[in-house]
């Protein structure tokens, strides 16, 4: 039996044309799509294997505005059990410590197994709250994982290494985070997401955390956007053309005379 | 001191990692700035000879972490003692680079230290009394000014992972650093994880993201075979060989090879872009690419949209060629 915590963020659409808002800190969500964080479908995925393979439950982390819901239901209809939203306005603005922080109010003493998490968020591209939370729950963490096995109190996994793969072995409870290759995340059917409709999104605030005000969201974050611009532009440049054989000397010139890169 | 800069001197197989010569030269560069210095943490076991390397390179001071327990990176021993250093001496600042190693590090430690860490940036500066760094978010498409909320306080360190290959590197200039060693304990019930097993890649070829060139193949390029003319080019320039999604949902490469917003990012000098499209999550790993070659059938391509140089033409004819070209050049210079 394992209980299982998996912590997912709703993201803006990879394909979403993005603007600026006015106050230049944040994005202008009016009109984008969102999406259920790629990485986290892949650590909802593992958890629901886990609990096929061994029994026990799978419960939903989520911090996010109201419209996170979506991505929650997501995860519900994949298979997980039941959801924690940290909706609350408070909690928004925030940086991936307060994020951390808050997610680990939640989760800490309910006696969970195993947190799973994404290795990144594609939004923020941070990549830092799975190892965060771990640290502030005193638990070991492993990130980049691409392969899992849960071995009585022990988790074996096989991580990302600069050059290469490792594996590792960590005692429970512990935080994984999720990388490519891990599983191939299942797409829910209609049954299933008209079931997920029916299972417990529990709602909490800071105060149902024990946060005050100043420990969570913009007002607890230590890091702040002091600005928010679109990404310095690329254009066209030339095409070459002719013949391959030709077209390859003319390139290799400009690379070498013009571009000053070889 | 409250004013310098510091920097994890990664390093890997005895040798100094590129990355972290890039992090040298933008620690000087901010501590020059700030007023203070600019100071290697290195961390490991039997340093000596890595210690007179990085000193070659002019950081001003070097803090050595010299211990059996750290022979082998383990999450738990490294957070340890850099958590305990940075809370002793409170840097300014606390440099990474955006390495796998860096990536599974960096969080932890800023999180036991209560600081910010600001990930994967592509500048850094210092204004008005605190540090600033850019960072591309949202796949590229915006790029954020972000800043420690308390910087200029006494006490507020300041994380941040530098991007590979942006930053301009040290240069051996020679010098002699103070080189001090700093105590290191580390409790039992840091011990962690146990490393079961590491499966190295096979070692001389360039890693993904610190190659200053970088081939890449897309769907074009049509399976695992077709890979051999990239190899061959890369080989050729001394390049790494990147992916597409696409290249890799086919299982034609391994995952860790794939660029883009679910794969890395990298900002090579060149990249060869080989039958890739430049679909908007393909680009987001590959835009701050100093220069772009494509090499595409299609005119109308998304990729020659972004591409400094593009050539029209079958992948098959056009990659020979340019191996042919490039060692040419290479064996004339
Ligand atoms: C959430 C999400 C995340 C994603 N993340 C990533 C990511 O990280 N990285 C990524 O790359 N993609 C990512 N994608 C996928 C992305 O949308 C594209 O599907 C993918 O990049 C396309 O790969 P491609 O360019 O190789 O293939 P295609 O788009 O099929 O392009 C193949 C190109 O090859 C050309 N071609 C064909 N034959 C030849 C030849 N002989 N010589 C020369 N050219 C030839 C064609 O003209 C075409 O332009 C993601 C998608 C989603 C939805
Ligand atoms: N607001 C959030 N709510 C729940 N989980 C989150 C949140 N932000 C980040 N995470 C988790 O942490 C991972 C890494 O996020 P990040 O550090 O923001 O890149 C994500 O893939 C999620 O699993």
């Known amino acids: ?262 | 001191m409250a004013t310098d800069i510091w920097f994890f001197a990664e390093h890997k197989d005895g040798n100094l990692r590129k990355v972290t010569l890039e992090l040298l030269g933008e620690a000087k560069r901010l501590a020059a700035a700030a007023g203070g210095e600019a100071v290697a943490v290195l961390a490991g076991s039997g340093l000596g000879g890595l210690a007179g390397q990085l000193g070659q390179y002019g950081p001003d001071r070097i803090i050595l972490l010299d211990d059996p327990a750290l022979a082998e990176y383990r999450t738990g021993p490294y957070t340890n003692v850099l958590a305990v250093l940075v809370a002793e001496r409170k840097p300014l600042a606390f440099l990474f680079g955006n390495t796998a190693l860096t990536r599974d590090l960096a969080p932890r430690v800023a999180g036991r230290c209560g600081a910010p860490l600001f990930s994967d940036c592509t500048g850094a500066a210092y204004r008005d009394g605190a540090l600033h760094f850019t960072r591309p978010m949202y796949g590229g498409k915006l790029y954020a000014d972000v800043t420690g909320a308390a910087v200029g306080q006494p006490g507020t360190t300041v994380f941040a992972a530098l991007r590979a290959n942006v930053f301009g590197a040290a240069q051996a200039t020679g010098g002699s650093p103070a080189v001090e060693t700093a105590a290191v304990a580390v409790p039992p019930d840091a011990l962690w994880p146990v490393v079961k097993e590491t499966l190295a890649q096979v070692s001389g070829k360039v890693e993904l993201a610190e190659a200053n060139i970088i081939v890449s193949g897309g769907r074009g390029v049509g399976g695992a075979d077709g890979f051999k003319v990239l190899e061959e080019l890369a080989d050729a320039l001394g390049a790494a060989v990147g992916a597409s999604r696409m290249a890799v949902d086919n299982g034609w490469r391994d995952y860790k090879y794939q660029v883009g917003q679910t794969g890395k990012t990298v900002s090579p000098t060149l990249y060869i872009a080989c039958g890739i499209s430049g679909a908007i999550q393909h680009l987001a790993g590959m835009s701050s690419s100093k220069c772009i070659l494509a090499i595409n059938t299609d005119p109308e391509a998304n990729i020659f949209k972004v591409a400094d140089y593009g050539i029209v033409g079958d992948l098959f004819q056009v990659v020979p060629a340019l191996t042919q070209e490039f060692r040419r050049l290479l064996a004339a210079s």
């Not at chain 1, 999104?201 to 024990?210: E, I, N, R």
């Not at chain 1, 077209?247 to 070498?256: C, D, E, H």
Request: charged share 25%; net charge neutral.
């Open chain 1, 1 to 262: 039996m394992l209980n299982i915590a998996v912590c997912v963020k709703q993201v803006p659409d990879t394909e979403a044309r993005l603007s600026v808002a006015a106050d230049k800190t944040r994005i202008e969500e009016q009109g984008i799509s969102f999406i259920l964080n790629p990485y986290d479908e892949h650590a909802v995925e593992e958890a629901i294997r886990l609990k096929e393979k061994q029994g026990g439950t799978v419960t939903v982390f989520c911090l996010g505005p109201a419209r996170a819901e979506e991505a929650i239901r997501t995860a519900l209809a994949m298979g997980a059990d039941k959801a924690v939203h940290l909706a609350d306005a408070a909690f928004g603005g925030g940086d991936e410590g307060t994020a951390a922080a808050a997610l680990e109010k939640a989760i800490a003493g309910k006696s969970f197994d195993l947190v799973l998490a994404g290795r990144l968020a594609i939004d923020d591209a941070s990549g830092q709250v799975g190892a965060r939370l771990a640290e502030k729950l005193g638990w070991p963490h492993v990130t980049a994982v691409t392969r899992l096995a849960v071995e009585g109190r022990e988790a074996v996994a096989n991580r990302e290494i600069d050059g290469g793969s490792q594996v590792v072995a960590v005692t429970l409870p512990a935080v994984i985070t999720a990388q490519r290759g891990l599983n191939q995340p299942r797409y829910p059917k209609i049954p299933d997401i008209m079931k997920a409709r029916r299972k417990e999104v529990a709602k909490v605030t800071p105060a149902d955390l024990g946060l005050s005000g100043g420990e969570v969201g913009g007002a607890g974050a230590k890091g702040k956007v002091a600005g928010l611009a679109p990404a310095p532009g690329r254009s066209a440049g030339k095409v070459i053309a002719g013949e391959p054989a030709d077209a390859a000397r003319k390139v290799v010139g400009l690379l070498r005379d013009e571009a000053k890169v070889i």
